[in-house]
């Protein structure tokens, strides 16, 4: 990968969204493996997003990722609840502690916003506020669609918040997805729950179709819902990572958080092949970048591969020399895989940046010829 300044930096005369990476162990050994990924990222020339857990260790967090990252996002612990007073004054203790390159904060939403959308708009209006307080344009609180609860609800609640100038959405692709396909599926077949179904049932061959026709639906689904918060005009974090339901090669057990590049394998022949795609592939991945800057200028988007750990291993190489002091470098060489599964998909990203910025400035240029 080169190291192309993509941060919302110059990069080749063109100003790129700032790409970054999951930046967490996730495997069992010591920090020498937050290392590797450092080092991987640092050459990538891609920022992180890091999980510090709580603000006192957001410190030490950044100053584990990767130096030359103009961009960093944090990723606040999953159990907090915005209607909570307490929980409010930790997103602001972070913000607070957050050095200048540290440009989002990310919390998962709650049901609340739909069981309780008055009080939860109420809540981040308060957040909102408080960070203004801090005089400070970033970090902002991007609030990340997590829960499943029905998309239309959680567009309209920040289309409700368009003035907040601290507070936006994370857009999460697989989630948005996965939800999707669940309520598509249900529609073909009432009573079937297609999260529910494996590989190898044995009513999945004949069940086909039906999952066929609600995955086709997902991608222009996604980007219907991206269109109107774009519009917007406040700047969008992206979580993106791939997914299917029948995937179920997750460490995790959970349908999504895959690579782009991933397949799934199933024990029958599915249009000649022994395999599914995924929900979008790089086709996708593709569209839901040109989504995005269609309608939002480069330095307000801000993408993070959100890929889990796969299976496999990959030889430590040049970067053995740091791992001297493991006498089993198994889950360094998984690390080491992992990474590079992470940054073939960050890769993948830059790229449709590049080609979708170079569609939108295609215009502009034939008009200035013609001039």
């Given amino acids: 990968m080169s190291g192309e300044a993509i941060g919302g930096e110059q990069g080749q005369g063109q100003v790129h969204p700032a790409v970054l990476g999951l930046f967490d162990k996730r495997l069992e050994g010591d920090d020498t493996l937050l290392q590797l990924a450092r080092l991987r990222f640092e050459r990538a020339g891609i920022g992180a997003e890091v999980y510090p857990g709580a603000p006192e260790r957001l410190n030490d967090a950044v100053g584990q990722a990767p130096e030359n990252a103009v961009t960093l996002h944090a990723h606040l612990p999953r159990g907090l609840n915005l209607l909570r007073e307490d929980d409010r004054r930790w997103v602001v203790e972070f913000a607070r502690r957050s050095p200048a390159r540290v440009r989002g904060l990310v919390a998962h939403d709650q049901w609340d916003v739909v069981e309780n959308p008055d009080e939860y708009r109420a809540a981040l209006r308060r957040i909102d506020a408080e960070l203004r307080a801090l005089g400070r344009p970033e970090p902002r609180l991007f609030v990340e669609y997590a829960v499943g609860v029905e998309a239309s609800r959680f567009v309209a609640l920040f289309a409700s918040l368009a003035d907040l100038s601290q507070v936006s959405a994370c857009i999460d692709v697989g989630h948005l997805g996965i939800q999707q396909a669940r309520v598509a599926f249900a529609a073909r077949r009432p009573g079937l729950d297609i999260c529910a179904l494996k590989p190898y049932d044995e009513a999945l061959p004949a069940l086909m179709p039906e999952v066929e026709g609600a995955m086709q639906t997902v991608l222009p689904w996604l980007l219907e819902q991206i269109e109107p918060l774009a519009r917007i005009g406040k700047p969008l974090h992206f979580h993106l990572h791939d997914g299917h339901p029948l995937w179920s090669f997750s460490r995790y057990g959970v349908a ?4 782009f ?7 029958f022949d599915f249009r000649g092949q022994p395999c599914v795609p995924m929900m979008y592939g790089p086709a996708g991945l593709r569209a839901i970048v040109a989504t995005a800057l269609r309608w939002l200028p480069a330095p307000q988007v801000t993408f993070t591969l959100e890929i889990h750990p796969v299976e496999g291993r990959q030889p430590l190489g040049a970067f053995a020399p740091y791992f001297r002091h493991w006498r089993d470098t198994t889950n360094a060489e998984r ?25 939108l400035a295609a215009p502009l240029a034939q008009a200035q010829r013609i001039e």
């Fill in 256 to 259: 999504d958080h895959a690579s």
């Fill in 261 to 267: 590049l991933e397949q799934v394998v199933v024990p």
């Fill in 335 to 359: 690390m080491n895989y992992w990474m590079t599964v992470l940054l073939r998909n960050a890769q993948l990203t830059r790229d449709a940046a590049t080609a979708a910025l170079a569609a």
